[in-house]
């Protein structure tokens, strides 16, 4: 096991196993989102990234919240600026979606605004039975926020997405779960369990180049029509096998019935191994923050 930061931190790095584990870091603040947060949260996913040690990445908070979205004062300041000005920094807001490796959310509680908008971006999210998740914004006098009216259509369907966004409403994590919003809801002494089990299966067992392109694929794909998702699909295929490489490692650990030796994912080449957060990836101006 690897720890490299301090408890002073605002997001927390903890690797074991293939997993780096990322806990939100302001328990006091029910883990609400300042631009040290974002920014750290940032700089942690790429290079969770970039290290060919990760397979997979988990998301959670620290203390009784999983994050209730943007801070007070951090609204404050906003409101005081007459609006967010363009001068005002605000970091990538892909988030888990940028990431080439699998992202899991284990929400352990309160999950609202913006914390909502980064489990949403996360592929996996496993809930506390009792967690609250709500998008908040109409009831702040905000909009929706950081592509969250693109994602959340497509994960859980217009109807129920016009519900929460519209709304603001709470639900509870057994409502999350049966219109799709989380994968699975666990007792929450249970949660981190179920969350790294599954994060450590995969690290150990799926290829990441594969990992990598399956995710690319689910969004590409997600916004074009099946002919052109076919004939992409054929394209990667063709790339997969060429050369053997991890497609012929699968198929013969399966033959042998050994653990696979798959080649780690390199660092992202467009980075040269740096861990700043790539200005291509995001936008100086993004939206308000959610209270």
Known sequence: MTRIDDASDTVLWEVADGVATLSLNR???????????????????????????????????????FSVGGDAAMAKDIIEAGGWAA?????????????????VAAINGACAGGGLVWAV?????????????????????????????????????????????????????????????????????????????????????????????IKRQLQEDSRGDFTSALARAGDEVLIATTGAGDFREGFMSFLERRPARFSPLLPHPGRGGSFTVPAELGSERDAVPSS
Request: proline content about 6%; some cysteine; glycine content about 8%.
């Open 27 to 65: 328990p006091e603040a029910h883990n609400a989102q300042n631009l040290d947060m974002e920014r750290r949260f940032q700089e942690l996913l790429v290079r969770a990234d970039d290290d060919p040690e990760v397979r997979a990445i988990i998301v959670t908070g620290v203390g009784r919240s």
């Open 87 to 103: 001068s005002m920094p605000h970091p990538m807001a892909r988030f888990g979606i940028g990431v080439r490796k699998p992202v």
């Open 121 to 213: 971006s996360c592929d996996i999210r496993f809930a506390a039975s009792g967690a609250k998740l709500s998008a908040a914004f109409p009831r702040r006098g905000c909009v929706a926020e950081r592509g969250l009216s693109w994602t959340l259509p497509r994960l859980i369907g217009l109807g129920h997405a016009s519900d929460l966004l519209l709304s603001g409403r709470t639900v509870t994590a057994e409502e999350a779960e049966a219109m799709g919003l989380v994968n699975r809801t666990v007792a929450p002494e249970d949660l981190m369990t179920v969350a790294r089990e599954w994060a450590v299966e995969v690290a150990a067992n799926c290829a990441p180049t594969a990992m990598a392109t």
